[in-house]
């Protein structure tokens, strides 16, 4: 299968703790995308790529949070020191060359954060 | 600020049967797009269908269509025949053209399909 897979699906983590969520795109899609859903939400935007370069970061994204695609395949979501209002369903996705303006992602399961 | 409004937090429609949910959103811009994407339990989201605010026409796609009100700042998906596979999260998204990546979702309408 050549969809959009994120791993860990879940992580149960303790305040204070670090946690990393990687995302493999579909291999020709060139933008990422990062969004964060919580419980009877829509998903929000956090921040996006084009290749290797972070284009866009939503306010959302605060200091504890850094995202990175260091070869414009695959990205990583890091939180830092954990709080439990971080539990939520992180979600990545991508698009094809040319399409990405249009907003048609494909996205993947999702990884769910549980913060205790 | 952009926001997208879904009013319906659940709906349920009958097999067979025809279902709309509806999609209110603000914006100041002329030029964006709008979308309805499906998320199933524990499946990934999906793109059901999307309508340039350009284009007076209403998007179809096979048993799903919108009405867009462009001046009414409406975009409300019709989900004719409705079928077991079609229950899901529904959510209704907005992205402007030319400018942010950022896609703008509602609160999501929960579908159920009985039997």
């Known amino acids: 299968d050549t969809g959009v897979s994120q791993d860990p699906r879940h992580k149960i983590t303790k305040r204070g703790q670090n946690v990393t969520f990687r995302c493999d795109p579909i291999s020709e899609h060139n933008r990422l995308y990062w969004y964060r859903q919580t419980l009877g939400q829509g998903p929000e935007f956090l921040t996006y790529f084009q290749n290797e370069a972070q284009l866009e970061k939503s306010r959302l994204l605060s200091d504890r949070f850094s995202a990175e695609r260091p070869k414009g395949s695959f990205s990583t979501l890091e939180i830092q020191r954990t709080e439990q209002g971080d539990s939520a369903m992180y979600l990545c996705?991508?698009?094809?060359?040319?399409?990405?303006?249009?907003?048609?992602?494909?996205f993947g399961e999702g990884s769910r954060l549980t913060v205790l | 600020a952009q926001t997208v409004t879904q009013s319906q937090p659940e709906m349920s429609v009958q097999e067979a049967e025809t279902v709309t949910l509806s999609c209110t959103y603000d914006t100041s811009e002329s030029d964006y797009y709008l979308f309805w994407y499906k998320q199933p339990p524990s499946r990934q989201m999906i793109l059901v269908i999307r309508?340039?605010?350009?284009?007076?026409q209403n998007a179809t796609e096979n048993r799903f269509s919108v009405n867009f009100q462009k001046a009414a700042k409406s975009f409300s998906l019709k989900i004719s025949d409705s079928q077991l596979g079609d229950a899901a999260m529904y959510f209704c998204a907005y992205k402007v053209q030319g400018g942010s990546e950022k896609l703008v979702f509602g609160k999501g309408t929960k579908l159920t399909v009985n039997p």
């Open positions: 309508q340039e605010a350009y284009k007076q």
């Open positions: 996705a991508s698009s094809l060359p040319g399409t990405g303006d249009t907003g048609e992602l494909f």
